[in-house]
């Protein structure tokens, strides 16, 4: 079972930065896929990033450009850097892990493990 944590989610002004990290349990972090999602109130959860084991790196449409996925293998942990931050992305951001993966990254079927959520708010 992989263990994924969440941290540096916050309140920021829009226009603004935060830069996420989910920390994994697993030794063999370097063979995962690492995705974030996020989902909004009232809202289905949506694919933001992934991080492939490949090394390969995936965005949405609507986060290109501002927001850069990285992993740092030795630490076990994957970071979301968020720059030029909307109203529209305040939502709870969720990790999630699959050992190996395919390139079909963007659904939440492609994983098996989730981290709790951290909340991210952008006030305008």
């Known amino acids: 079972q992989v263990q994924l944590v969440e941290s540096g989610g916050g309140l920021v002004q829009a226009g603004g930065s935060l830069r996420l990290s989910c920390a994994a349990s697993?030794?063999?972090?370097?063979?995962?896929?690492i995705g974030w999602f996020r989902q909004a109130p009232g809202k289905e959860r949506e694919f933001v990033a992934a991080?492939?084991?490949?090394?390969?790196?995936y965005y949405a449409d609507s986060v290109k450009g501002r927001f850069t996925i990285s992993r740092d293998n030795a630490k076990n942990t994957v970071y979301l850097q968020m720059n030029g931050l909307k109203s529209e992305d305040t939502a709870v951001y969720y990790c999630?892990?699959?050992?190996?993966?395919?390139?079909?990254?963007?659904?939440?079927?492609?994983?098996?493990?989730w981290g709790q959520g951290a909340q991210v708010t952008v006030s305008s």
């Open positions: 697993e030794r063999t972090f370097s063979s995962y896929t």
């Open positions: 991080s492939r084991w490949t090394r390969n790196t």
């Open positions: 999630a892990a699959r050992q190996w993966g395919t390139s079909v990254v963007a659904t939440t079927e492609s994983y098996d493990y």
